[in-house]
């Protein structure tokens, strides 16, 4: 493919194009939780700010992108918020509340407008994820005004990523911002009393689009590197604004820690890589270090189920190889985790660990006492789980069946493909 050409008219309009969307990649959240705060409506900042990115599409092909592009959309949303405000009724009763008269309001509003858009920059992004990630709304609900609202992803994008009809992603957008306007939601800190359920339901919101990356849960991609890279900025920019709360490192240590695993998932034809069979080598070393670092900023201030997580995952950075890997530590840290936050899932992981430790007689035993839980009814990964285990210990052929059963279980094509081939060669080493 030929390289754009800088004189060439419509290669340079596309090029001015991309930047103003790496720009409002960048700027958007910023600029909406700034406008969300003045019309005190998320639904509206949005389209206001919306608005901005078409004068800057329209302006900067012709007259370049400005120096300092944040300023400029943040100084020309202002402008639009103001003359929005200026229409309605709400704007006289807001300058009657500020207790002054009209005409000297008038002189002075723009300037008060200004250092509302311009001030507690923090707070306000803080607000808008409390927002996007309200009780009122479903999980899908939050994911997609988060990454819409936060991440300045297009429907388009997060219709690609979650492996949804467009139209199904429009849906749950505005869905999303009808539901906060019906319930009356304000654009507001929660309450002492609300904030831990509010920032754990943050949490959860992040923690799933980081795990839709990592994991995809269908299609052809076994994993979704920019969803992991959009959660991981999401949860940076969280604990730049909460730098005492334990979990927000904790979570963003686990997204780190995982992370420096993307480039070792797939091998050179794509296809994917079992955490046992990686070549740790090709790990990131600084998404690592970086990790180690958050997970030790998360411990001295107490931590959680997802310091937790996270310091397992530093069981897997710390180990040179999955023989050095400290599995009676992971067990252990398993065990821990399952008594403060149960979960199937959590226990048939801590088998593997066990298994890992102690042998796969003892893994399996403990895999077949969470069959019949109705949670992992259509798990893949519990057959999976199983059909490693057999396979590891010579028998074959009951490995084949639970290596089948995954693949008509997964709904990611990568991943099922791998439990095919698994399925036509399960053998292991016997230990």
């Not at 409002?24 to 639904?43: H, K, M, P, T």
């Not at 723009?110 to 607000?127: C, M, V, Y």
């Not at 927000?248 to 091998?267: C, N």
Request: glycine letters at 6%; a negative charge.
């Amino acid at each position: 493919m030929a390289a754009a050409d800088p004189t060439n008219p419509e290669d340079a309009f596309r090029a001015t194009h991309r930047a103003v969307e790496a720009v409002w990649r960048i700027e958007s959240a910023r600029l909406i939780a700034g406008l969300a705060r003045l019309v005190r409506d998320v639904g509206l900042a949005e389209e206001l700010a919306q608005d901005t990115l078409v004068v800057a599409l329209e302006q900067w092909p012709r007259t370049g992108i400005p120096d300092d592009p944040g300023p400029w959309l943040m100084a020309t949303a202002k402008h639009r918020a103001i003359d929005l405000l200026r229409r309605q009724e709400r704007y006289q009763a807001k300058l009657n509340l500020l207790g002054r008269e009209v005409e000297i309001q008038q002189e002075h509003a723009e300037a008060e407008l200004d250092a509302a858009l311009d001030d507690h920059i923090g707070d306000d992004l803080l607000r808008l994820m409390f927002t996007a990630a309200h009780p009122v709304l479903s999980a899908e609900a939050k994911t997609a005004l988060t990454l819409r609202l936060l991440g300045g992803l297009t429907t388009a994008e997060i219709a690609r990523a979650f492996l949804i009809p467009e139209p199904t992603a429009a849906q749950r957008i505005v869905r999303a911002k009808r539901a906060l306007a019906d319930a009356g939601v304000q654009f507001e800190m929660p309450t002492p009393d609300e904030m831990a359920d509010r920032l754990s339901s943050v949490l959860v919101v992040i923690y799933l689009i980081f795990n839709e990356g990592y994991s995809a849960s269908g299609g052809e991609d076994w994993a979704r590197p920019e969803l992991c890279q959009e959660a991981l900025r999401l949860g940076r920019i969280l604990v730049t604004l909460l730098r005492n709360e334990a979990e927000v490192h904790g979570l963003v240590a686990l997204m780190e820690l995982h992370a420096s695993r993307l480039p070792a998932r797939t091998d050179a034809s794509g296809q994917p890589v079992l955490l046992l069979d990686q070549d740790r080598r090709l790990w990131d070393r600084l998404l690592i270090r970086r990790g180690l670092d958050a997970l030790e900023r998360a411990e001295s201030l107490g931590g959680g189920p997802y310091t937790l997580q996270a310091a397992i995952a530093a069981c897997h950075a710390r180990g040179h190889s999955a023989e050095e890997t400290d599995w009676l530590r992971i067990a252990a840290l398993y065990e821990v985790l399952a008594y403060i936050q149960p979960s199937p899932v959590i226990l048939l992981n801590r088998a593997v660990a066990v298994s890992m430790a102690d042998g796969p007689e003892r893994g399996l035993a403990l895999v077949d006492e969470l069959t019949g839980k109705r949670a992992l009814k259509n798990y893949p990964q519990l057959p999976a789980v199983r059909g490693e285990l057999l396979a590891r210990m010579g028998r074959d052929d009951a490995a084949r069946a639970e290596f089948a059963r995954a693949a008509q279980l997964t709904r990611n094509k990568a991943e099922r493909n791998l439990f095919l081939t698994r399925a036509h060669a399960p053998s292991r080493q016997p230990e």
